[in-house]
């Protein structure tokens, strides 16, 4: 009943920008944390940024300075702003939210739903 979904990926020059969105579709009251995460071929799913209904933000260091994470709670979008990409930057990013308050059709009430991620959407820069 809730669903995350991203856009945004493609394929961009070393040095350039791309924005990433993810939505929650559902009937959400509110959201926690926010996030987004990345997994490179042959490599482990690593965090890149999240973002805390308070405003608290965490980022990798090999993002700090170039990527910025930021919500609006109204449409309950989390957004990834990426500038300066690098080669390195190549992956399938994924959208994450940890906790969901939302009502239930199936139990005709509000409940809670835990680690929630989208699809992925791919993002390849090019040296």
């Known amino acids: 009943q809730v669903q995350l979904v991203e856009s945004g990926g493609g394929l961009v020059q070393a040095g350039g920008s791309l924005r990433l969105s993810c939505a929650a579709s559902?009937?959400?009251?509110?959201?926690?944390?926010m996030g987004w995460y990345r997994q490179a071929p042959g490599k482990q799913r690593e965090l890149v940024a999240t973002?805390?209904?308070?405003?608290?933000?965490n980022y990798a260091d090999s993002v700090k300075g170039r990527f910025t994470i930021s919500r609006d709670n109204a449409k309950n979008t989390v957004y990834l702003q990426m500038a300066s990409l690098k080669p390195e930057d190549t992956a399938v990013y994924f959208c994450?939210?940890?906790?969901?308050?939302?009502?239930?059709?199936?139990?005709?009430?509000?409940?809670?739903?835990?680690?929630?991620w989208g699809q992925g959407t791919q993002v390849t820069v090019s040296s």
């Open positions: 559902g009937f959400i009251v509110s959201i926690n944390a």
């Open positions: 973002l805390t209904s308070g405003g608290d933000t």
């Open positions: 994450n939210a940890d906790r969901i308050n939302y009502y239930s059709d199936k139990y005709s009430s509000l409940t809670w739903g835990y680690n929630y």
